[in-house]
């Protein structure tokens, strides 16, 4: 509803103190010191980094099994549970020779993660049937362009030499289960 409030402003003229600047300047100045001598709030990354939970949620990993063999069977169930859609692949099927490279008869030939869609949810994680992808407690590299934010299979996939540890992840039971190998799924 309008009204008819009004208010008058007035110029208020400055005082002597107002005028000379001077205690302004001064106070500023003592609460820039003040800040000096407190404990800073920020931390110079990355060189130091803060201590991060065990169950962060960072850059993900595509598993391989104990013989090196890439777990993905591209089934597509960590795209459908993505809220971002933030996953996209190509199946391809596995061809006679490749057993050591690809676990299952069909695996992704292209696994994408737009890691600007990503928010880190996890959901990729739990909807994984084959314990393929992980999030892990890296944290993902700046980049100038969108394209650079667009992980391929070569930033995903750990390497054979350099095995991305994901057990703290896991619960109890997941562990105990895999130590049952005579489950196919787990061997
Ligand atoms: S962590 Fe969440 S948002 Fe990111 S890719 Fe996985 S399901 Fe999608
Ligand atoms: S990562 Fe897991 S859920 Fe996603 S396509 Fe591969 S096997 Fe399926």
């Keep these: 509803m309008l009204t008819d409030r009004s208010k008058v402003v007035v110029k208020k003229e400055m005082t002597l103190t107002e005028r000379l600047y001077l205690p ?12 000096f001598f407190r404990k800073s709030a920020t931390i110079r990354y990355p060189e130091k980094k803060r201590e991060i939970s065990d169950i962060w949620r960072g850059q993900h990993v595509l ?4 013989e090196g063999a890439e777990r993905c ?23 006679p020779g490749e057993e050591k490279l690809y676990r299952e008869e069909k695996y992704a030939s292209t696994y994408e993660i737009n890691m600007l869609r990503c928010i880190f949810c996890g959901l990729c ?18 980049d100038y362009t969108r394209k650079g ?13 350099e095995r991305v540890d994901v057990t703290k992840r896991q619960t109890k039971d997941v562990l105990d289960f895999k130590k049952h190998k005579e489950y196919s799924h787990n061997k």
């Design 63 to 66: 598993k391989r099994d104990d």
């Design 24 to 35: 302004a300047i001064v106070g500023g100045i003592l609460i820039t010191i003040r800040h």
């Design 125 to 142: 994680e739990e909807a994984c049937p084959k314990e393929a992808i992980f999030l892990t407690d890296r944290i993902i590299e700046t």
């Design 73 to 95: 069977t591209a089934c597509g169930l960590c795209a459908v549970a993505c809220p971002a859609e933030a996953i996209t692949m190509v199946a391809a099927e596995r061809k």
């Design 149 to 161: 934010f667009v992980f391929g299979k070569d930033k995903l996939v750990e390497p054979v030499a």
